[in-house]
């Protein structure tokens, strides 16, 4: 058996990541936790080898340009619950045919509450709350 796979192709991304957290001590009321965190894609571009023309993928098959995640925490003793707000920019998609479809932008909110112990740990998520997306673009 002989092996000859060689990659050719390249890849250029650039963007940037941001991520913000503040807690704040409530006293005996617990403790809240804000954080922020965003994803912006600058460049993605790629060749798929040497003699190719370079494809900009930008806002392409899932690379969105913005994807952001806005929540907030609060605990207290052994119980903590938050919110979580998931963003994602739009983009299109080739379903195969040739022809680009659009999808818009979305915002998905989901919901946690735990309990932690010493030595177990509960905990429940509920994803997408509103049973469906909203669309924002």
């Known amino acids: 058996l002989r092996d000859t796979y060689v990659n050719l192709a390249e890849r250029d991304v650039r963007g940037a ?36 023309a370079d494809e900009d993928k930008i806002g392409l098959d899932g690379r969105s340009r913005l994807r952001a995640n806005f929540g907030a925490t609060w605990q207290r003793g052994h119980w903590q619950t938050g919110i979580n707000v998931r963003f994602i920019g739009g983009y299109r998609y080739d379903p195969g045919d040739g022809d680009l479809k659009q999808i818009p932008s979305w915002t998905v909110f989901d919901l946690t509450a735990a309990w932690r112990g010493e030595r177990d740990e509960l905990l429940l998520v509920v994803r997408n709350v509103a049973a469906g997306s909203i669309a924002t673009g």
Not at 20 to 38: K, Q
């Open 17 to 52: 990541d941001l991520e913000l957290r503040y807690r704040l001590a409530t006293g005996g009321a617990g403790t809240l936790t804000l954080n922020a965190t965003a994803s912006y894609l600058d460049r993605f571009v790629e060749r798929v080898t040497p003699d190719s």
